[in-house]
């Protein structure tokens, strides 16, 4: 499934109606018994400029209790795609700046264009992180990078993004969403019960401990050995042969 942050003229800024519809949207991907993957990208030259500034900065005077209570649940909706137990994939096909930085981080995998613009510039602003962004980063690119990342807040891109570990991979943008679709394709050709238990396992950094992780294994890929995808998967690769999984 692709999803598509469709505001082309504020750079697919974080606006009240887009995140009401976002959550709408992540809801039905959470009932969706057929969706495998999810691909978030944007439309037109960015991927996501973030929150809506003018929404940010309307209440110069207002109680830190009123501001908590606007900024946390919109917190919740867009960080709410990390709930879903299927893999999700952020086509970065430009500029993902603060907000729009972090729903980036929030999947669990990231490709870009060669020139997409990387950057968490809150302090320039004169704002703390927010979106989980002190969560995020430093999981995603360790710590060290992360601190310079959020303290400097300058722009990433290309060859040292990857290196930082910002994107799994960048392509030239003539081949990027030929690449993304064909990644795609391939997680969801996997099979569904071993991708989702395989998900859980790596949840925030993975397990607490060596003995954590065998003890995990030890009872998800029993689930699997159960189930009749592995007969297929078997039988494929016999025959080699594409297998045909059904979730069973």
């Not at 995140?19 to 992540?26: D, L």
């Not at 929150?51 to 900024?71: H, N, Q, S, Y």
Request: aromatic fraction near 6%.
């Amino acid at each position: 499934m692709t999803v598509t942050l469709d505001d082309p003229d504020r750079r697919n800024a974080m606006t009240a109606p887009m995140t009401a519809s976002w959550q709408r949207i992540i809801a039905e991907i959470a009932e969706d018994e057929e969706a495998r993957c999810v691909v978030v990208t944007g439309a037109g030259s960015a991927f996501c400029s973030g929150g809506d500034l003018g929404w940010i900065g309307a209440e110069p005077g207002a109680p830190v209790d009123r501001l908590r209570d606007k900024m946390l649940p919109f917190y919740k909706i867009w960080l709410s795609i990390r709930d879903l137990p299927i893999p999700t994939i952020a086509a970065v096909n430009g500029p993902a700046v603060g907000a729009g930085a972090c729903l980036a981080l929030a999947c669990d995998l990231r490709y870009a264009t060669d020139t997409a613009k990387f950057a968490v510039p809150f302090t320039r602003l004169g704002m703390h992180p927010g979106m989980a962004a002190t969560w995020l980063l430093p999981e995603v690119i360790g710590i060290a990078n992360a601190r310079e990342l959020l303290y400097t807040g300058r722009a990433v891109s290309g060859a040292e993004a990857v290196a930082l570990g910002v994107y799994n991979r960048v392509f030239p943008a003539a081949e990027f969403a030929g690449e993304v679709e064909r990644i795609a394709a391939g997680i969801a050709g996997s099979a569904p019960i071993a991708v989702k238990l395989t998900k859980e396992a790596l949840v925030g950094a993975g397990h607490e401990s060596f003995e954590a992780a065998v003890r995990w294994e030890a009872l998800a890929q029993p689930i699997t050995l159960a189930t009749e995808d592995l007969q297929e998967g078997l039988a494929a690769q016999r025959e080699k042969r594409a297998p045909r999984f059904t979730g069973r």
